[in-house]
Antibody, heavy 121, light 108 residues
Framework: EVQLVESGGGLVQPGRSLRLSCTAS????????MSWVRQAPGKGLEWVGF??????????EYAASVKGRFTISRDDSKSIAYLQMNSLKTEDTAVYYC????????????WGQGTLVTVSS | EIVLTQSPGTLSLSPGEGATLSCRAS???????LAWYQQKPGQAPRLLIY???SRATGIPDRFSGSGSGTDFTLTISRLEPEDFAVFYC?????????FGQGTKLEIK
């Protein structure tokens, strides 16, 4: 069974940094691209970014709203994907979900339970 | 960036009725790379449809997807009480992989 478990959320002040982790199990982690999707309180879903597998160079892509501030990385030996969030803004407050893409495209069959990040002074 | 516009914003129907949800893209979605998700309060989204018309594993056949290019539709025949939720479309034909703003399906 595929499982994705996010951790690292919490309360952080504007301008500070936070790193989220997504620990995966139940599949060969290194074979898949991993994405992050967020949802602000009472709002819709927003794709944040993703990292391709090692076979595709572990290249990354990001939404314009986070580009230059957020960085996605992965450690295939530990089956963990990371979301490093720098220069956080109040509008980054959201539940952050880790998701796994499919071999044929970045649609998301599997989701974590989400972790809440609150950016506030 | 491809902008997805869902309509209607809210749909009020009764169990047993059929539902039609629309997702319109600002430009053509490559290879019909369009997915639909259902989200209930406090839960992560659930994948319903991918590739515009392929049902995900375990999704009942009362859910169906259609469309191509810029116009896509999610149809739910014979609504069950557990179907009422918020539905999102997502395009994955090109980065950034955008979502629509959602359609809330509520019990009338």
């Amino acid at each position: 069974e595929v499982q994705l478990v996010e951790s690292g959320g919490g309360l952080v002040q504007p301008g500070r940094s936070l790193r989220l982790s997504c620990t995966a199990s139940g599949f060969t982690f290194g074979d898949y691209a991993m994405s992050w999707v967020r949802q602000a309180p009472g709002k819709g879903l927003e794709w944040v970014g993703f990292i391709r597998s090692k076979a595709y160079g572990e290249t990354t892509e990001y939404a314009a709203s986070v580009k230059g501030r957020f960085t996605i990385s992965r450690d295939d030996s530990k089956s963990i994907a990371y979301l490093q969030m720098n220069s956080l803004k109040t509008e980054d407050t959201a539940v952050y979900y880790c998701t796994r893409g499919s071999p044929v495209g970045q649609y998301f069959q599997h989701w974590g339970q989400g972790t809440l990040v609150t950016v506030s002074s | 960036e491809i902008v997805l516009t869902q309509s209607p914003g809210t749909l009020s129907l009764s169990p047993g009725e059929g539902a039609t949800l629309s997702c319109r893209a600002s430009q053509s979605v490559s290879s019909s790379y369009l997915a639909w998700y259902q989200q209930k309060p406090g839960q992560a989204p659930r994948l319903l449809i991918y590739g515009a018309s392929s049902r995900a594993t375990g999704i009942p056949d009362r859910f169906s997807g259609s469309g191509s290019g810029t116009d896509f539709t999610l149809t739910i025949s014979r609504l069950e009480p557990e179907d009422f939720a918020v539905f999102y479309c997502q395009q994955y034909g090109g980065s950034p992989y955008t979502f629509g703003q959602g359609t809330k399906l509520e019990i009338k």
